[in-house]
């Protein structure tokens, strides 16, 4: 074995180590916040591993969603549930009900893991063939085609899940709430440093999310990586309260929340006009047709995380005078 | 690229890893959190800061180096942002002048 194997494959051994001990570290953690600062740093780990195994598409998937927004989203619940103690209790399983689903989830991963090494190597796939119908498309990145192209059924039922993720959020709210503001309510910031980081990260990242997204067909990214990113850009300036929540009733919020299935589902069905089918494309126009789908997709990705962060809406709504 | 440029660039590789090793080192031992988001900042502002620097004579492009100095200058940003916030809670608002 030649030097540069050995280091990759100590690099590697490490790096599994890693998120291993930070998996247990975080199971074993003592309260919520530290369990999900915990979660955050596997998940980083989990992204190292991604880019290691040559899947820089799941690595910043893994690093936007995963680990950025999931980590967000626990972090607002964590705060949430302080002060409820007793109904954290009363919910929280009994210690034979985890001892057993940890078992379950144990037994699980070793029989992937043992599946995944009984492979015969090279492993059976469709990778190669993927690849090579990627170029006819006109598209660079084969990850694109085999979401939008070869499994597109997938992303446009993944796209919907989405919405409804966010309706049963919504659906946490009291009815005195409904049509009020997502979320808590942050004082407006005027100096400090919340407030420069707000004005001075938006512009940059929201040419960055637009890039990210944009650059999915040829390269690394895509709508959800890319639509995390915006969907960041706004909640810094709704956490250092220069934007407000928009109300759950606005039609613009919902037009924006479902506008990348709607699109979805129109250009499929546009494909047993103009190709073979629900959700084929003509050769010639597949990459211009994705590339519509990929921009409202990323418009509702980026609505769907930022009201998931929000949360259910938290007051009644105002009244109009 | 000539051999020159490459040992520099190895040698702020490793000066920035060597920042992000005493910054780690720093985090676990300094008595308190002010000084350990002193070691913790430095770790990413300088670390980082030579990492990338390092990094600049093996890229394939301006485009590249352009994309690496920006993920510098977003960690910068986002990093003295987090620090500052997290100073402010432990310490307290600031009394008025």
Do not use: C
């Amino acid at each position: 074995m030649t030097l540069d194997g050995v280091l990759a494959g100590v690099l590697d051994g490490l790096l599994a180590a890693l998120v291993l001990a930070a998996a247990g570290w975080t199971l074993a953690a003592p309260a919520a916040f530290p369990a999900t600062i915990g979660f955050v740093g596997f998940g980083l780990l989990l992204t190292l591993a991604w880019v290691r195994l040559g899947a820089p598409d799941v690595a910043l998937t893994e690093a936007a969603i995963g680990t950025g927004a999931t980590g967000v989203i626990l972090l607002l619940a964590v705060v949430r549930l302080r002060g409820g103690e007793e109904e954290v209790s009363a919910a929280t399983p009994g210690r034979a009900l985890v001892l057993a689903a940890g078992l379950l989830a144990g037994a699980v991963g070793l029989a992937l893991a043992l599946a995944v090494l009984a492979l015969p190597d090279p492993a059976p796939g469709l990778a190669a063939e993927a690849a090579a119908r990627t170029a006819p498309l006109g598209l660079g990145n084969p990850v694109a085609a085999v979401l939008m192209v070869f499994r597109g059924l997938d992303t446009l039922l993944e796209s919907v899940v989405l919405v409804f993720t966010v309706l049963a959020v919504w659906s946490m709210a009291p009815d005195r709430h409904w049509g009020g503001r997502p979320g808590p309510e942050f004082p407006r910031q005027d100096d400090g440093p919340l407030a420069l980081l707000a004005r001075l990260l938006p512009p940059v990242g929201l040419v960055i999310g637009i890039y990210i997204a944009w650059v999915g067909t040829d390269a690394p990214g895509g709508k959800f990586q890319g639509g995390t990113i915006l969907a960041a850009m706004w909640v810094v300036a709704w956490a250092a309260g220069l934007v407000q929540a928009p109300s759950v009733a606005d039609r613009r919020v919902r037009l924006m929340l479902v506008a990348g299935p709607l699109v979805f589902v129109l250009v499929g069905l546009a494909g047993f006009g103009i190709a073979d089918g629900f959700l084929a494309y003509p050769p010639a126009l597949a990459k211009p047709l994705i590339l519509v789908i990929e921009a409202a997709m990323t418009l509702s990705v980026a609505a769907a995380l930022a009201l998931l962060i929000a949360g259910p809406p938290e007051h009644p709504p105002e009244r109009v005078t | 690229m000539s051999a020159v440029l490459a040992f520099l660039g190895l040698l702020a590789v490793a000066a920035g890893a060597g920042f992000f090793v005493a910054g780690t080192a720093g985090v676990i031992r300094f008595p308190d959190t002010p000084s350990r988001l002193h070691a913790l900042t430095k770790a990413d502002n300088l670390g980082l800061g030579l990492v990338v620097l390092g990094l600049l004579p093996f890229v394939p492009g301006w485009f590249f180096a352009l994309k690496l100095l920006l993920v510098w200058a977003l960690v910068l940003l986002s990093g003295a942002t987090a620090a500052q916030l997290i100073a402010e809670r432990v310490r307290g608002p600031e009394p008025p002048a």
